[in-house]
């Protein structure tokens, strides 16, 4: 943890040297101006979900270093200790369901707990030899899945570990509280209806929307564990947690796919003015063939007047290609000059055609 931290900080104080125009690669870095506190406060953050508060040592390499160590290391073992205590939490829970502290041992359902923990907590456990002590009965499950979470911090490593779990914990919360808020929505728009069976509608929506609450708070919390105990990585998951890749929200996502949206209908606006343009210049070019007789080759015929008429249209064409500039306007461009010039000289041939048989009908 200490060389990753030390790390980062050279990183930030290195990007603030070549800023300053010195050279970086010296052996402990450190800006003549001092760190910029917000960038290295985020850098961490990245990388271990703490919050390092370093306004007041910017200006001290080993105090930012002794800073950053204190702060990240409560912060790990504040995120493990969660995740440990979310998983006691539930699996103590599970027993008082199947083994009520008020009920005879010979009454529990020790089969029943096996099953819940199989199915819920991914383990086997084997509760045929329990001793009729509740206590004893908890400790015994949570030391199984214990032994789960351990072989996951060690497949891993604790920084990918739990670097995951912030992002499931993150991910959770950011969906779930959006599906909270549209019951909520729901839940006001019709809560009115209660003062016709006598209940205070305001009392009513305090009571419905807590439980809502709590709703999505345990959602979150098993889904969370679910996925904690179930975790499986691949290589791009742990390139990622090493780059200390930011989280992107529902919020942001979608405001990308907006932008790639407007993005995309303006450039399809375009295109289509564009195509409209050539396919008018396309057409007004034809219509000023018709009249023309060409014997000897492309062009003759046409009158000064048509040929400065076609040269403004292509001209036109040409200048909203160049107000719009995407990769596929010259390739509009050639192929509208080229249906231009292969229909000249098909009306071209087949003039001269029907000529020479008007002639022979005459001799």
Known sequence: MR??????????????????????????????????????????????????????????????????????????????????DLCYEHIEKAVMEQCPEDVHPDEWELEALEDQLRSRFYVEVDLSTVQDDIDQLVDTCWERIEASLLAREQEFGLYVFLYQVRRVYLREIDEQWIGHLKDIEQLRAGIGLLGYANKNPKNAYKIEGFQLFRDMWESIAQTVLDQVLQMRLSEEDKRRAEEGAEYESTLTKASRRRERSTVAGRSDGQMQRLDAAAKAAVAKLKAQSLGTRASDGLGKGVSAGERAAAAAAIAQMQAQAAAAPTPTDDEVIAASTAEVVASLKIQKDSKQSSGRRKRRKKD
């Open 3 to 84: 060389e990753r931290t030390v790390a980062i900080i050279d990183r930030h104080c290195r990007e603030q040297l070549v800023k300053a125009g010195l050279d970086p690669e010296v052996e402990n870095p450190f800006p003549p101006d001092g760190i910029v506190p917000h960038e290295l406060t985020h850098d961490i953050y990245r990388h271990y979900g703490s919050l390092v508060n370093v306004d007041d040592v910017r200006m001290d390499r080993d105090k930012v270093i002794a800073r950053a160590l204190d702060v990240v290391a409560a912060s790990l073992i504040q995120q493990r200790e969660r995740i440990h």
